[in-house]
């Protein structure tokens, strides 16, 4: 089951940039919230924000709360436990070069210790099985090197890999967009299915991607929410100009 | 819309959520924690937050940091504190004394430095231009399919020990220089003075072509790593205005290197100064200041590497380690100031090591 | 127009200065690439002329004696080196066990904290002087400080003298193989809620170790034909020695005491030794060069 994430007057700097101004937004919980924008408007940054990645630049810098549940996760934790309860994907897969399918996808629980054979070796096929990349690689889980698969694949052992650690929140920043068409749609199915279990965030450009598998929809503009609502009603009737400017392609 | 709070309220999640976003689905649907915990959430919750082993690790890797300065300094204080009886002898004159007689304890390091300096210039006079014209070929002239195995070759000039130039020059190079080159520099350069004297093949002439091979890689291909940081749109330029290859090297690549060539050449300078065993072996080993190349000599490492075992009696063995602060001192310099000037064109990129 | 064909020998459309001009820059373009390839030439020779004494002179000496057993007394035939090799190797082993941990821990150093802050700039900048301080100068310092403290020469002072210049080298390579990691890998790892230490350990050291590894066996050969430094540390020894608190034999400073002696016999194993530590020492830059190459691949994106 997932938690919902509340967002309060959060303001994000790089340096001296100030990259999301006075957010203000609430992600319901077992549901997928979408973010679209055009480039650089910070929905990336707010999505890092999110699990604390964003404090890994040592010139960025964040105030504001962000509650998990109701835990603080600027006051009441620290970085690296907020990261075990949120999951993330990269925009570009990322498995770990030198790590065999297998390790990769349970490499969030062994790294932290983990020892336990039978457990890690069911957390394997379930994750897998939950990406839809089981029947591909269950023979060569432990062979086959997890940089050695396709683009689409990588990216879905990548999701497995954020899965097994049973995360309550998955963040997602792009993560279609360097793949083909194919591994987009199998990518979009996942998300539709995860999406009662988990609270997913998803950052997109694609705005038809939004439509289709997400039931929240939030526009940021140059750093500022600027408008968050239902996916029917952002994409049918948005109350701001704004948006229906972005919705209509008029820029962006 | 995002609803203003009235400020100074407590307020729960639930509340907070119906404000915001009053539209949005699932709002009904929340969950306040998480769902039930499942082993791995249970195992995660109870980890540490790292932070104990952060802070460890990284203690341990400063501390390994700072070894290299503990190094320098360690080095530092030990030879000035084991040279001191010969630094409060002699003082400054120590390096401007020709003398060196361990029997009366009369010490000056003059011949030393002589023969260091001729080994090490002459050394530099007969490296940099064939340096130079490798660096050119490797980079603008040769085939690329000869490109790695000529470059690995003259890699593999500067993986040969000290020791084995040393051997190779006792038994080939003396005898060639005593035989064949003494003889005919004679004929051809006598007028200069440079080459007068008895010749038994061992001298800096000798001393100084050895150390010439043996500073040549590492000068050469710095210079090619120089060379090649020469952005192409250079070369392309002055090969527009109808430039021949000879002229667009010259023009384009090495006027825009020369600083990072001129600390290539004092890195060279600063390996020669040191080089101890392969100089030893071949130099004659007297501590003559004499103006005739086929004169035996005698540099600061060699005295070192020749005299210090024997060495009866504080003063001279304290003679010896100032030599070797001296000589410590002088190559840090000068690689300093070579690093520096290499930095500058490179930009930090991670120096060449060797 | 005239109905003659049209080309350039025909046309003199250049004045005749410019031709010279042309000439001349175009002679001068060909004797400069003669000059440069002259050069290479003349720089290759004596590392051929090197290799070729090295096997005319040693490789006949190389037999199983050379390899099992300790010189023999002056003015006997036969004996070898055997104590020297496996002095090296001791001294070697001691000097690796120092060095590499240290260095490779400066490494991590420079490459996660100290990217481009001051103290790291400072250790970076030091470690490449350091690279350049004459190895006698590194023999004599620990000869002050361990030998004397000692009262005598042994293997571990050689070890430890080797060590240090091992240092610099080793930091330098490991830093620069750890920038090669992605900075994707590491976001990948710390995403998963990995502690940075365990990040670094597990997952940048990991994905960089080929290149690391590549950048020890380079301190590593670099240092085994080492000879300055032991002259007062381990001082070399005519017998067998495994003790660490004793003087020990080295092979190039055996070779060394070899070459200088007197005795034709003691030159000839000379050669043989020489060609033994060249051979050592090639195979391991060679070996080098082609992990490098495998390693850049596998470890980078």
């Not at chain 3, 000879?227 to 080295?250: C, D, M, R, V, Y």
């Not at chain 3, 195979?283 to 060069?289: G, H, W």
Request: with cysteine.
């Amino acid at each position: 089951m997932g938690v919902g994430i509340l967002v309060e007057d959060l303001n994000a700097w790089y340096g001296s940039t100030h990259t999301l101004r006075d957010i203000n937004l609430h992600i319901p919980a077992n549901h997928a919230t979408a973010l679209i924008g055009p480039s650089g408007c910070g929905k990336s940054t707010f999505v890092r924000c999110l699990n604390r990645m964003h404090e890994t630049n040592p010139i960025a810098r964040a105030t504001g709360v962000v509650k998990m549940g109701e835990v603080d996760i600027y006051r009441d934790a620290s970085p690296v436990e907020i990261r075990r309860r949120v999951g993330m994907v990269f925009q570009r897969p990322n498995p770990f070069p030198t790590m065999s399918i297998y390790d990769n996808v349970v490499s969030g629980l062994k790294l932290n210790g983990f020892r336990n054979r039978r457990i890690l070796d069911e957390t394997c096929e379930r994750s897998l099985k939950q990406a839809a990349l089981w029947e591909e690689v269950k023979d060569d889980l432990k062979k086959k090197s997890g940089a050695s698969l396709s683009g689409g694949q990588q990216q879905r052992m990548c999701i497995a890999r954020a899965l097994a650690v049973d995360p309550e929140v998955l963040l997602m920043d792009e993560p279609a967009s360097a793949l083909d068409p194919v591994s987009t749609s199998k990518i979009e199915d996942l998300v539709f299915q995860l999406k009662s279990q988990y609270t997913i965030v998803i950052v997109t450009h694609n705005m038809q991607q939004a439509a289709r598998v997400a039931e929240n929809t939030g526009f940021f503009l140059n750093g500022r929410l600027v408008e968050f609502d239902s996916t029917h009603k952002i994409f049918t009737n948005p109350h701001d100009k704004r948006t229906e400017d972005y919705i209509t392609g008029r820029f962006g | 819309m995002t609803t203003e709070r009235e400020p100074g309220s407590p307020v729960s999640m639930r509340d907070r959520m119906l404000e915001l976003q009053p539209n949005i689905e699932g709002k009904g649907g929340v969950a306040e924690v998480g769902g039930p915990l499942s082993p791995i959430r249970a195992y995660l919750s109870q980890r540490g937050s790292g932070r104990v082993g952060d802070k460890t690790f990284a203690g341990v890797v400063l501390v390994c940091a700072c070894s290299i300065f503990a190094i320098v300094l360690f080095i530092l204080t030990i030879l000035v504190f084991r040279s001191r009886l010969s630094l409060l002898q002699f003082g400054w004159r120590f390096f401007t004394r020709q003398a060196w007689n361990p029997v009366s304890g009369n010490f000056g390091a003059l011949p030393f430095i002589y023969g260091t300096l001729a080994t090490s210039l002459l050394a530099l006079v007969i490296a940099v231009p064939l340096a130079l014209g490798v660096a050119i070929f490797l980079t603008e002239l040769c085939p690329r399919v000869l490109r790695a195995p000529i470059s690995f070759l003259t890699e593999l000039l500067a993986a040969i020990p000290s020791v084995v130039y040393g051997l190779w020059g006792i038994f080939v190079l003396v005898p060639l220089i005593r035989d064949v080159v003494g003889p005919f520099l004679v004929k051809t350069f006598g007028w200069t003075g440079l080459f007068v004297g008895p010749n038994f093949g061992v001298g800096i002439l000798t001393a100084s072509i050895i150390l010439s091979i043996m500073i040549l890689p590492i000068i050469s291909s710095l210079t090619r790593d120089i060379m090649q940081a020469v952005p192409n749109s250079q070369r392309e330029g002055v090969l527009a205005l109808g430039a021949t290859k000879w002229e667009m090297i010259r023009i384009g690549v090495l006027r825009n290197s020369r600083i990072g060539i001129v600390g290539a050449v004092m890195l060279g300078l600063g390996r020669a100064l040191g080089e101890t065993m392969a100089v030893t072996m071949v130099i004659g080993n007297q501590p003559a200041i004499a103006k005739s190349l086929f004169a035996p000599g005698y540099t600061l490492a060699s005295v070192i590497a020749n005299e210090f075992s024997e060495a009866t009696g504080d003063l001279y063995l304290s003679a010896l380690i100032e030599i070797g602060l001296a000589l410590f001192l002088v190559t840090i310099v000068v690689n300093a100031i070579a690093r520096l000037m290499v930095w500058a064109v490179t930009r930090g990129a991670p120096a060449r090591v060797g | 127009m005239s109905a003659r064909p049209f080309n350039s020998q025909s046309m003199n459309i250049q004045p005749k200065p410019a031709r010279f001009n042309a000439a001349r820059r175009a002679a001068t373009n060909y004797f400069v690439s003669g000059l440069s390839i002259l050069a290479t030439l003349v720089v290759l020779a004596p590392l051929a002329a090197i290799l070729f004494y090295l096997i005319y002179k040693g490789a006949s000496s190389l037999n199983l004696a050379f390899f099992t057993q300790v010189p023999a007394p002056v003015g006997e035939t036969g004996g070898g080196m055997a104590n020297s090799i496996i002095g090296s190797g001791i001294i070697l082993l001691l000097a690796s066990l120092m060095g590499v941990p240290i260095g490779i821990a400066a490494g991590v150093y420079l490459a996660e904290f100290g990217r481009s802050s001051l103290l790291g700039n400072a250790v970076r900048f030091t470690a490449d002087v350091l690279n350049g301080v004459p190895s006698i100068v590194m023999g004599i310092a620990v000869y002050s400080l361990v030998v004397v403290e000692q009262k005598h020469f042994s293997a571990l002072a050689g070890g430890i003298a080797l060590a240090i210049m091992m240092v610099p080298t080793i930091t330098r390579t490991t830093e620069e193989m750890l920038a090669t990691v992605p900075l994707a890998v590491r976001e990948a790892a710390l995403g998963l809620g990995v502690p940075k230490w365990r990040t670094t350990l597990s997952v940048s050291l990991r994905t960089a170790s080929p290149g690391i590894i590549t950048g020890c066996m380079l301190a590593f050969a670099r240092v085994a034909g080492e000879t300055a430094p032991l002259l007062f540390t381990a001082f070399g020894n005519q017998f067998w020695s495994f003790k660490l608190n004793e003087p020990i034999a080295a092979l190039p400073l055996q070779i060394y005491v070899y070459a200088i002696s007197p005795y034709d016999e003691w030159h000839r194993l000379a050669w043989a030794g020489s060609l033994v530590l060249i051979v050592l020492i090639m195979v391991s830059v060679t070996l080098v060069r082609i992990y490098a190459s495998r390693g850049v691949l596998k470890g980078g994106s």
